[in-house]
């Protein structure tokens, strides 16, 4: 458990002064953000606030991926709205408890590894999706309390604080990186409100964030089996989604700050978050690509960024609920709005045409799937079969057999391409039985016996040339085909020609 609570993995210079105003930065918009979450889900927008600071406190100390930054999220929020509204916020602690387990025990088994099964079309349609989500999301702020689109002066005024905020964040870097330019941006917008006398919407507008420390608490639920068997299938939901954005969103931040982080101890940090969440009154949550983009894009990198934003995030809550209150939301819309345009991955725009059309129809449909419903785990899950089932597809016709007949009669097989359940329909089709000499061999030196499809293959081409009284070797097997043969030695019995040793790559991570 040590590797679990090391502070810091990465060997690097921490910039304290960039660290610590990121960290402030990030707090401010995570202040909205929570609240927003909270009340999609139907619950107090301190159970939103106390989530962002346990789940961000909690994996910024104990996660894989230094920088990153965890809180509420609508994902988790969307999954929690109807068990909220059926059955209350004690039934909400309890899943999210329960939900943490699941991501802690996924941890431990080392199951983080199988994001590398999810293909780069997946991962840019999530990001792009969650683009347009966060962009869309912003609109709200373009409505008056009544649902109704803004008019007149408060429209332009609004509009013109929000392009001035993200004309600031676009524009400073290029003067100086001395203070990030989000945080100058909204410290300029909040102090030209205040001093003007600027009437526009603040974040008190939207609810009261005064509060005290989260406080400890265990869910006041029955404990029997009607209601695990009630909250077990929204803690599976919530378990999958956590973990699919949080590990997406380390891979995402992988690639921005060429480092790797280690998705197994994400996976237990974030458990642990959650199990923590839903003792101490917070609605759960996982990573949050805004967020963590905001950070690094502020050039922090590591663990010190997150624990001041959650520090100050509480902060907040428990003695500055008065002065953020007073935060223009043009200020917090415009940065988020710039983290939006950040987050699309515009080079998928640009090379579209460039790609196979199987690669553009898996990131389309997780982008829809992701805006429309709102389901990553979905929205993911998709992309991976369709991939998956792409993938089969092509390797099903690239089996092909290179014949030939030696100088003693025999004649060979040489394979090429995998033989799996796709490819059975083409292996059986190369074979000219009746025609075929006395003796045959099929040389598997460029080809792999994948699955029992493959072995129910060579069962049925062995019982062939057995019925024609001919004799079938098989040459070249890799020691895990072999394996795969002596398992299902009740299937099939063929003379195995001895090769020299052939190592398999195994997965040593």
Same mark, same amino acid.
């Given at each position: ?6 502070l ?6 921490v910039?304290?002064?960039?660290? *610590?105003?990121?960290?402030?930065t @990030?707090?401010?918009a995570?202040?909205?953000?929570? /609240? &927003?979450?909270?009340? +999609?889900? %139907? ?12 789940m961000?406190?909690v ?10 930054i ?32 699941m ?5 431990m ?5 199988l ?8 991962i840019f ?7 347009i ?28 604080l929000?392009?001035?905020?993200m004309?600031? *964040?676009?524009?400073?870097p290029? @003067? ?7 945080? /100058? &941006?909204?410290?300029? +917008?909040? %102090?030209?409100?205040?001093l ?7 974040v ?6 005064k ?15 009607e209601?695990?068997?009630l909250?077990?299938?929204y ?19 992988d ?13 237990v940090?974030?458990?642990i ?30 663990r ?9 995030l ?19 819309t415009?940065?988020?709005?710039m ?16 790609m196979?059309?199987?690669d ?9 799937v ?16 369709i ?16 014949k ?12 090429y391409?995998p ?12 074979f ?39 004799q ?27 090769d020299?040793?052939y190592k398999v790559?195994t997965?040593?991570?």
């Open positions: 458990m040590k590797q679990y609570l090391k810091f993995d990465f060997k690097q210079q910039d304290y002064k960039n660290e *610590i105003l990121s960290g402030l @990030v707090a401010l995570l202040v909205p953000e929570a /609240v &927003a979450f909270a009340l +999609i889900a %139907g619950l107090s927008p301190l159970t939103g606030l106390y989530a962002a600071f346990v961000g406190l994996t910024s100390v104990l996660g894989g991926r230094p920088g990153m965890s809180g509420a999220t609508g994902a988790v929020a969307v999954v929690l709205v109807s068990l909220a509204s059926d059955y209350g916020v004690e039934y909400v602690f309890a899943t999210v408890v329960l939900a943490g387990i991501q802690f025990l996924a941890g088994l080392r199951l983080g590894k994001m590398r099964l999810v293909p780069h079309p997946v349609g999530f990001v792009n999706g969650l683009a989500i966060i962009f869309t999301s912003q609109l709200a702020q373009f409505k008056d309390t009544n649902g109704d689109w803004l008019t007149g002066t408060p429209l332009y005024i609004l509009l013109s929000v392009l001035l905020t004309f600031i *964040i676009w524009g400073l290029k @003067v100086s990186k001395a203070i990030p330019a989000s945080l /100058v &941006a909204i410290l300029i +917008i909040f %102090g030209m409100v205040v003007l006398g600027i009437d526009t919407k603040t008190g507008d939207i609810a009261s964030i509060g005290g420390f989260p406080p400890f608490h265990i869910p006041d639920i029955p404990i029997n089996w209601t695990l068997q909250i077990f299938p803690a599976v939901i919530v378990a999958g989604v956590g973990l699919i954005e949080s590990l997406l969103t380390l891979n995402i931040v690639e921005i700050t060429e480092t790797r982080g280690r998705g197994n101890k994400e996976a940090a974030q458990g978050a959650n199990m923590l969440s839903g003792f101490f009154s917070g609605m759960g949550g996982c990573a949050m690509l805004g967020q963590s983009l905001i950070n690094i894009s502020n050039g922090a990198r590591a010190l960024s997150g624990i001041v934003a959650s520090v100050m509480l902060m907040f809550v428990m003695f500055g609920s008065a002065l953020i209150e007073k935060v223009p939301m043009a200020a917090l415009g940065l988020m709005i983290v939006s345009i950040g987050t699309f991955e515009w080079a998928s725009v640009r090379t579209i045409n460039k196979p059309k199987s553009i129809l898996v990131m389309v449909l997780v982008t829809l992701t805006v429309v419903l709102h389901n990553l785990a979905l929205a993911v899950l998709l992309g991976v079969i991939s998956a089932l792409v993938f089969a597809w092509d390797n099903s016709t690239r089996i092909r057999a290179r030939s007949v030696d100088e003693k009669g025999v004649k060979h097989y040489e394979l391409g033989l799996f359940f796709g490819s059975v329909a083409a292996f059986n089709d190369k000219d039985v009746g025609n075929d000499p006395e003796e045959v061999v099929i040389d598997f030196y460029e080809s792999r016996v994948v699955d029992m499809s493959a072995i129910e293959a060579l069962n049925k081409i062995t019982e062939r040339y057995k019925k024609a009284g001919k079938l070797h098989l040459k070249h097997l890799s020691p895990d085909c072999r394996q795969l043969l002596a398992n299902a030695d009740a299937i099939i019995e063929v003379n195995v020609l001895e020299p040793t790559m997965d040593a991570i």
